[in-house]
T-cell receptor, first 118, second 115 residues
Framework: EAGVAQSPRYKIIEKRQSVAFWCNPISGHATLYWYQQILGQGPKLLIQFQNNGVVDDSQLPKDRFSAERLKGVDSTLKIQPAKLEDSAVYLC????????????????FGPGTRLTVL | AQSVTQLDSQVPVFEEAPVELRCNYSSSVSVYLFWYVQYPNQGLQLLLKYLSGSTLVESINGFEAEFNKSQTSFHLRKPSVHISDTAEYFCAVSAASYNTDKLIFGTGTRLQVFP
């Protein structure tokens, strides 16, 4: 079974530029997450999708960050314009949870995209 | 809300020595607890988890962790480490609820195993 795919793996941009990251979850996984992992910190949830709907975006800086999952499969995360403090690894994760599921399901993580803002 | 504290940012240890990585959590509700491992340039991998039942949980590669409710801890241990265990280890917590699976991570502990 293929894992969570992310691209690009590395990106270097200058501040005020725009950048987009792509994530393809494990086939059949209805739930998708984007995390931000700043150097020296643990991952922080930015946004959670259930199919193509947003479940939780309470920690997404909406003035500059946006995310979509139009067809309920792959997802893009965009930053516009980027700031120096956005330098981090952006992790995508997916989970199989379907509507009506209860109990624990494991989140599977992709390799991440390392963003450097100069 | 939940929070996680990993007191040790780095733990150096010699090969074949025992190791303990400490994790304490805070929550007003019942929780699930996790340890994730992150090897260089790779994503997070679930190492082990506590959901319910036995408070001692084990991984397939010799790690174990014990849920201690009174001390609100979930320390990770291994009796004899190997060079290949060198990685970043993250403790995480989520509320034990059917309608939320939000993971709250600690800041991580870098385990460095020396020959």
């Amino acid at each position: 079974e293929a894992g969570v795919a992310q691209s690009p793996r590395y990106k270097i941009i200058e501040k005020r530029q725009s950048v987009a990251f792509w994530c393809n979850p494990i086939s059949g996984h209805a739930t998708l997450y984007w995390y931000q992992q700043i150097l020296g910190q643990g991952p922080k949830l930015l946004i959670q999708f259930q199919n193509n709907g947003v479940v939780d975006d309470s920690q997404l800086p909406k003035d500059r960050f946006s995310a979509e999952r139009l067809k309920g499969v792959d997802s893009t995360l965009k930053i516009q314009p980027a700031k120096l403090e956005d330098s981090a690894v952006y992790l995508c994760a997916s989970m199989v949870r379907l509507a009506g599921d209860v109990g624990y399901n494991e989140q599977f993580f992709g390799p991440g995209t390392r963003l450097t803002v100069l | 809300a939940q929070s996680v504290t990993q007191l040790d940012s780095q733990v150096p240890v010699f090969e074949e020595a025992p190791v303990e990585l400490r994790c304490n959590y805070s929550s007003s509700v019942s929780v699930y607890l996790f340890w994730y491992v992150q090897y260089p340039n790779q994503g997070l991998q679930l190492l082990l988890k506590y959901l319910s039942g036995s408070t001692l949980v084990e991984s397939i590669n010799g790690f174990e962790a014990e849920f201690n409710k009174s001390q609100t801890s979930f320390h990770l241990r291994k009796p004899s480490v190997h060079i290949s265990d060198t990685a970043e280890y993250f403790c995480a917590v989520s509320a034990a609820s059917y309608n939320t699976d939000k993971l709250i991570f600690g800041t991580g502990t870098r385990l460095q195993v020396f020959p």
